[in-house]
T-cell receptor
Framework: AQSVTQPDIHITVSEGASLELRCNYSYGATPYLFWYVQSPGQGLQLLLKYFSGDTLVQGIKGFEAEFKRSQSSFNLRKPSVHWSDAAEYFC????????????FGTGTSLTVIP | DSGVTQTPKHLITATGQRVTLRCSPR?????VYWYQQSLDQGLQFLIQ???????AKGNILERFSAQQFPDLHSELNLSSLELGDSALYFCASSVDSDYNEQFFGPGTRLTVL
């Protein structure tokens, strides 16, 4: 069965520091992967996606993610965090064999210290 | 703004009642998805409709039902409500049924008292 694991429930970083949020997935076929961000009281906004091709994908707000098939990972990175990046981050895998339903990880809450 | 709209934004009701949540997808999107977000269960896929037809079903309770109308808007009906149904309900839409990113609405926060 498809599943997504985000091992870090909460991460705190200083403003200007680099960031890496971990995501591991389990899926029988080639996955298509997403990172979404949710600010308090808001819906989910797509940061980036991976369908195929180049395993390093660029997203909005300076985020990037790298797909590593051998490690079943799709980690999100940002070289320099801004205070406005404080939010909840969700990794998701899309399962095309039954519609287009997404399986979400439990999320990582990011706190940014000034 | 994702282009997906949901109404109402907040809903407070009592146990045993029935409510209807409404979603309008982005212009041109044929698929609508419903998700439930709660503290203990996280983000759970409930159901997907594509061009009026049910396409995929997830962890949706029998007390819940949904439909997509000819104008492509969708409604999620929740009946015999229980305290545990209190959650944030998101609607998302995508252009097609497969291999597409989903755009999420702002959600409806349901509180069952």
């Amino acid at each position: 069965a498809q599943s997504v694991t985000q091992p870090d429930i909460h991460i705190t970083v200083s403003e200007g520091a680099s960031l890496e949020l971990r995501c591991n997935y389990s899926y029988g076929a080639t996955p298509y992967l997403f990172w979404y961000v949710q600010s308090p009281g808001q819906g989910l906004q797509l940061l980036l996606k991976y369908f195929s091709g180049d395993t390093l994908v660029q997203g909005i707000k300076g985020f990037e993610a790298e797909f590593k098939r051998s490690q079943s990972s799709f980690n999100l990175r940002k070289p320099s965090v801004h205070w406005s990046d404080a939010a909840e981050y969700f990794c998701a895998v899309g399962a095309s064999n039954t519609g287009n339903q997404f399986y979400f990880g439990t999320g990582t809450s990011l706190t940014v210290i000034p | 703004d994702s282009g997906v709209t949901q109404t109402p934004k907040h809903l407070i009701t009592a146990t045993g009642q029935r409510v209807t949540l409404r979603c309008s997808p982005r212009s041109g999107d044929l698929s609508v998805y419903w998700y439930q977000q709660s503290l203990d269960q996280g983000l759970q896929f409930l159901i997907q409709y594509y061009n009026g037809e049910e396409r995929a079903k997830g962890n949706i309770l029998e007390r819940f039902s949904a439909q997509q109308f000819p104008d492509l808007h969708s409604e999620l009906n929740l009946s015999s409500l229980e305290l545990g149904d209190s959650a944030l309900y998101f609607c998302a839409s995508s252009v097609d049924s497969d291999y597409n990113e989903q755009f999420f609405g702002p959600g409806t926060r349901l509180t069952v008292l």
